[in-house]
Structure formats: structure tokens, C-alpha cells
């Protein structure tokens, strides 16, 4: 038998370990993507420099910086091939650019892709979005995973030179001059992670 004393300790004891799995938790459950409705949300934002050391947060909770961003971002698929465009100045890299007056951030990707690439979307899905505080301002940009069924031959794509084609994409891409700056940072690299999760999810529902 425990003597009084004995069992308060021993309830004290009990309740500080619950406490403490509450929190251990509450710390995993902060550090996963979530999925709901069809779209991924991310409960922690990540922080680091881009190739020109300005400060980006990148988050995929739905619009956490602003509502209405100014630019997007597609990282598109071509049934089994990745499809970039191939910009004059920066290299290889996935389509994107500024949302016009009178139009959604998605509409400005759907867009872009096809100005850029000739690409038809199929569908379209929200990844997150991202800020960049520069030294000439902050830039907010929505980025997108889309699916691509058709991809036309076009006699101009307005800013760039045209679709690219890739099986893969090269695991020393930061060190690979052939591709963009835009290509060298984590935006990347956790935007991939989500598409992963979210090409696993649809093969296991098709099953």
C-alpha cells in the first residue's frame, strides 16, 4: 500500500509525463505536412538565403503572406518528363512570372505556362507560397504543381526559348550552370517533398 504522501508523488509524477507527451506532440505535429481538401498546408515555415543571400520564408499554409502575390511559380510534369523553359539569361528553370490586373494567382500560372512552354494544364494544385525580402523590396510569389496533357510547337514564347524536356532532375543542380538561380534553393527542393506526397496519395487511391 502506498502511504499518502506516496501517491501524490506518484500522481504528480503521472501528470507531469502526460504533460510532457502532450508537448513531444504538439512539437511533431508542428514539424509535418498535413494534407486537407486536396490541398497540402505546412504548420512551420522554413527560412534560409537564396542564391543571392536574400532572406526567403517559405510556407505552405494557404497564402500566409499575402492574398493577392504578385508573381508564380509552375513546377510542371509532362506525363513521365519534367517540363521547364529555357530563359535567355538565367538558364533552365520551371515557367513563371507576374500576375496581371484582373487576374488570380492561379489563372497568372496556367498562363504563364502556356506563354512560356506551349503546355496545355490539365490540373492544377497549390504547393505554398514564398517571400523574399531583397535589398530592392519584398517579392511574394505563389507556387504551383500542375499536370501537363499537351504541349504545342509555338513560333514565339514571349520571354524565353521554349519548352525543355528532362527525365530528372540532376542531383547537382545547384552546382549545374545550365540551370536558373531560382533552381539553387529550398523553395525547390520542399515543393518537391509535396508532389512526392502528393503522387503517392493518388497512385494508392487508384489502386
Known sequence: MFSFNKKAIFIINV???????????????????VEYTGSYTMNRSVIFEDYYQNKVTFSCDLNPFSAHPK???????????????????????????KVEKGETAEEAAIREVYEETGAHVSSIHYIGQYKVEGKSGTIIKNVYFAKIDEVKLKDDYMETQGPIFLNELPKNIKDNHRFSFMMKDEVLEESLKHIRHHLVKNRKSQA
Open 15 to 33: 501528470g507531469k509525463q502526460a504533460i510532457i507527451c502532450y508537448i513531444m506532440l504538439q512539437l511533431i505535429r508542428n514539424l509535418v505536412c
Open 71 to 97: 508573381h508564380v511559380w509552375v513546377i510542371c510534369q509532362f506525363h513521365d518528363q519534367w517540363l521547364l523553359t529555357r530563359h535567355p539569361r538565367r538558364g533552365w528553370e520551371f515557367p513563371g512570372g
